[in-house]
């Protein structure tokens, strides 16, 4: 089955109380396209500036691989620059924040699976 | 935690049986770091011509979301044009392929979960 992201766009505000408003491409159709292994497999893009905030993962963990920018990656109270290439895993039990602290758009994939 | 995808670059010649060599970055340490609900979480790059070829899967699933490129996906079957942001899922039982028939490079996620 092929489908275009272009249908599954939607703007989230203030995501997990971060800065500005975060793109999510849902890459899946909900959990079910996941076997019910895992929670959400998003493209997300993030203007400069903008942030999804800190929050705690209990039960999964979160994987983000950024695909372009720059920024600051609050892995588990330690921030961290971060940028195209570089994987941030949030393991179960931990906390994590991200901001777009470049010039440039930030795009990332976000994959959550339970643990 | 964070590392940087570069530490993780494998190549695969003839991948599932295709052409060339397939460039392969590991997003994630096997499956523990998908606490074995999946098998891999692959960014994947293909210059004009490489393929990944046709395979089956069977206790699982697989999506590959296309990030730059053109190129023609086998859909169980049937051939599909395909671009960047689309996603081509492979169902359990369902065999699949992609080939870049374009002039540039195709990159693209790959995800197997188990069924």
């Known amino acids: 089955m ?9 703007r989230k ?7 500005g408003e975060v793109e999510m ?3 899946v ?8 292994k895992g929670k959400l497999f998003n493209h997300m893009v993030m203007e400069p500036g903008v ?3 800190l929050h705690a993962h ?4 979160e994987i983000y691989y950024i695909l372009t920018g720059t920024g600051e990656y609050n892995d588990n109270g330690t921030i ?22 470049g010039s440039e758009v ?3 994939i976000a994959l959550v699976v339970n643990s």
């Open 2 to 10: 092929v489908r275009t992201s272009e249908e599954q766009k939607v």
């Open 51 to 53: 942030s999804v905030g």
């Open 106 to 108: 930030m795009e990332f």
């Open 25 to 27: 491409r849902l890459l």
């Open 13 to 19: 505000a203030n995501a997990r109380g971060g800065a």
């Open 58 to 61: 209990d039960g999964d963990n």
């Open 80 to 101: 961290v620059t971060v940028k195209a290439g570089d994987v941030c895993i949030c393991n179960d039990g931990e906390i994590h924040a991200l901001i777009n602290t």
């Open 29 to 36: 159709n909900g959990a079910e396209e996941l076997y019910g």
